[in-house]
Structures are given as structure tokens and as C-alpha cells.
């Protein structure tokens, strides 16, 4: 019994690679003939991440949201993440519009959005994309120069610059 139980564990694990190779072939043959896979070989940096069907990237850089933001206030930024985040802490002067409710607050806030020369969305962490989204959305809709700062509300904090809190 215990000979047998042997040479069955050592066939099992004989059959591992081939079965993880077939795996491979057939996941990887199933990705290339759908037309929405996923690209093996890409361009996974910010500028690429950030950008709009065309390949324009969206980013604005801390030092020119700044400049717009001093400036004249032809400059909106625009907080993606959820209400509740955005009452804790949100960059001064920034309208809420959370991208999971974008499409219903989006009638309330166009007055404030088409007065603007530069709408600048925002979110926090590097990682985030609810600013990308939103900015996307929002170009969509026929708002032109609409940026993303990444990592906003961080990059804008460690910079010393006015924050909020509340509604």
C-alpha cells in the first residue's frame, strides 16, 4: 500500500508541469482571440495610465496646479473620492463629485464646471484611478481641459498648500 501511494504521489507530480503548461497555453490562446484581452506587452507608466482614448496624457504636474490655483481661479479641482473622504479633508475651494455618483451630481455641479478654464480632478494615493475616471468622464460630457493630479490630495498636503475640512 504504501509502495503504491508512492509511485501515484511521484506520477502526480510528474503531471503538475504539464498541467500548469497546458493551463498557460490555453489562458494565453483564450487572450488573444477576445477582443477586449489583456496586452502582454505594455506601456505601464503614469503617463500611459493617465490619459485620455487618444493617448493625451492627463497629467498636471503639482508646480503648474499650483500656479493655477494662485492665479485668477480659472482653476476647479474636483475631489473624485467618496463624500464622506472628502468631508474629512479635500484640497481648499475643491467641489465634491464623487465618480461612483458622477453622472447624478453632474447636473447640479455643470454650472460651476463650464465657468472654469481648467478643471483638475483628484483623488488620493498613487495607485488611485477614481480621478483618471472621472476625468475621463468629464471629457466625455464636453469639458476640454480637464487634468488629473495624481496622488493629489498628498502631493498637495506635503507641498504646505491650503486644505479644508468639512462640507
Known amino acids: ?64 496646479a499650483r500656479r493655477l490655483f494662485e492665479e485668477d481661479g480659472g482653476v476647479l479641482f474636483v475631489d473624485a473620492r467618496p463624500q464622506s473622504e472628502y468631508a474629512q479633508e479635500h484640497i481648499s475651494g475643491a467641489l465634491s463629485l464623487p465618480w461612483q455618483d458622477a453622472d447624478r451630481y453632474l447636473a447640479e455641479t455643470a454650472g460651476r464646471l463650464e465657468s472654469r478654464k481648467t478643471i483638475v480632478a483628484y483623488c488620493d494615493g498613487e495607485d488611485c484611478d477614481l480621478s483618471h475616471e472621472l476625468a475621463l468622464f468629464l471629457k466625455d460630457m464636453g469639458f476640454e481641459n480637464v487634468r488629473v493630479l495624481v496622488n493629489g490630495l498628498t502631493v498637495w498636503r506635503e507641498a504646505g498648500l491650503p486644505i479644508e475640512t468639512g462640507n
Do not use: K
Not at 509502495?3 to 498557460?24: C, D, E, G, K
Open 1 to 64: 500500500m504504501n509502495r503504491l501511494f508512492s509511485i501515484s504521489v511521484q506520477q502526480s507530480l510528474r503531471q503538475i508541469p504539464a498541467l500548469i503548461a497546458l493551463a498557460v497555453i490555453i489562458a494565453l490562446g483564450v487572450n488573444h482571440w477576445r477582443s477586449d484581452g489583456i496586452p502582454l506587452v505594455g506601456d505601464w507608466s503614469m503617463e500611459a495610465r493617465f490619459s485620455d482614448a487618444a493617448g493625451e496624457s492627463l497629467i498636471i504636474e503639482l508646480a503648474q
